[in-house]
């Protein structure tokens, strides 16, 4: 399984944490389309841990990375 350089949930904490010092905690967030940032949509989900839902996405082709399920977590 591949390694990529994403975010880890302790680097978004950090970032998080950082946003809300700033005054920013009640802003709603967008994420990227994609790794080039040529697009961005409303963040609708917290965090899914589930490996069988993790597994789902994985078997019907909806997590475009090469990823084991034990070792990513999903959001948005």
């Known amino acids: 399984m591949a390694t990529f350089a994403g975010l880890t ?14 005054g920013d905690g009640n802003k709603v967030v967008l994420i990227s389309n994609d790794e080039e940032g040529n697009g961005f949509h409303t963040l609708f989900y917290g965090f899914n841990e589930t490996e069988d839902d993790i597994n789902y996405y994985i078997e019907n ?5 090469n990823v084991d399920s034990d070792k990513i977590v999903l959001l948005g």
Do not use: P, Q
């Open 9 to 22: 949930v302790n680097a978004l904490l950090k970032e998080c944490e950082r946003m809300v010092k700033n």
């Open 61 to 65: 082709g909806l997590i475009y990375e």
